[in-house]
């Protein structure tokens, strides 16, 4: 008799999509991913890495939306500029405001389970990510990654 139980694939590093890239995303600059299609898979486990390149400031965070794609080729309210906030309020899948601490030059790891963060809402079938950097100072490095949560017959 064979069951079925969850498996987790390795970490595929997301490509910069449009406008800036995150590992030197400046303050007040939005960064899109390239486009991340899940091929059936049940969830996605996003991995964000990223550090500053001084003392956060002001708000101290990185903050990042889910922009899905039922069809994989049409995404809506995606902002046209590096500095577009003005479809902020369209933008639907608020996943995390990531916080960092007040020191500089430290490195931070954060992981997002889409479909929780989707309020436990169907997984798209393709997806981009945008994350603003709302840190006060540049990022010096950074990198996002996904990993699939998928069913494994044994």
Request: aromatic share 6%; with cysteine; hydrophobic share 40%.
């Amino acid at each position: 008799m064979s069951s079925t139980t969850q498996a987790l694939g390795t970490f595929t590093l997301i490509g910069a999509g449009s406008l800036d890239a995150i590992g030197t995303l400046a303050s007040g600059r939005n960064c899109i991913t390239d486009i991340v299609t899940l091929g059936g898979a049940l969830d996605l486990i996003l991995e964000i890495k990223a550090t500053a390149t001084g003392t956060p400031s002001g708000n101290k965070q990185l903050s990042v939306w889910a922009i899905p794609s039922v069809d994989g080729t049409n995404y809506t309210n995606v902002p046209t500029s590096n500095t577009d906030t003005t479809q902020d309020d369209a933008l639907q899948n608020p996943l995390a405001n990531i916080p960092f601490p007040a020191v500089s030059n430290q490195p931070i790891t954060f992981y997002i389970n889409l479909r929780q963060a989707l309020r436990g809402g169907p997984v798209p079938a393709s997806v981009k990510f945008l994350v603003r950097n709302d840190l006060g100072v540049t990022l010096s490095s950074g990198s996002i990654s996904y990993r699939a949560v998928t069913l494994s017959a044994t």
